[in-house]
């Protein structure tokens, strides 16, 4: 084979062909600053998303006594992020629609309002009935806002125990105070609706022959 050059109109022989070679080293640095871009942009995101995991509810911005109107001029709202839904669950969303709604217990300067502080006309109409309850005789973590069932234990032995009122919900609960009988005990207040005023004075005399029991309801 004979080899020819083209020259170019000038004489001068034409330069060979170059061709583009890929500079390989370069390209173990260009996927590993893709990975940490796509790294840095998933950690972000993530801050991003834990930062907006929070709750907007109602605190109250001085306190709020009982039967007064509640509306958002007493109220401010606040971010919350709680520890799970069940928590959240019990608290007065900032999007809740407070009209027709009254303040059903006292709720301090700062206190996040509770969903059962913030009742209607017709439910604040109740009538609140205090039992003192040994501490074996409630849940440990009892607390307010709880629904619970009111039994009765008889002192005798071979008596049944008897339900005296069933879903009512605990409006106030103290800490253990002293010891009766050797047993603690804790003050707690429950509320009664209008239809469970009648069994009031059969229900008193029950308890004062045994020891009232508070079954509370699940969920």
Known sequence: MVETQVRSGFGAPAAPAQRNRKARWRDGRLVLGVLLVAVTALAGAKLLSAADDTTTIWAAKHELR?????????????????????????????????????????????????????????????????????????PPDTAVGDVVDVWVVPKEDGQAASRLWSGVRIQQIDSVKGVAGGSARRQVTVDLAPDDLGRIPAALAAINAGEPTLVRKAG
């Open 66 to 138: 009982i039967g007064s109107p509640l509306t958002d001029d007493d109220l401010t709202t606040v971010r919350v992020r709680f520890t799970s839904s069940n928590d959240s669950s019990k608290y007065l969303s900032a999007d809740a629609d407070l009209k027709g709604l009254i303040v059903g217990r006292t709720v301090g300067p700062g206190e996040f309002v509770p969903k059962d502080a913030a009742v209607t006309k017709s439910d604040q109409d109740r009538t609140e009935l205090p039992l003192s309850v040994a501490t074996g005789h409630l």
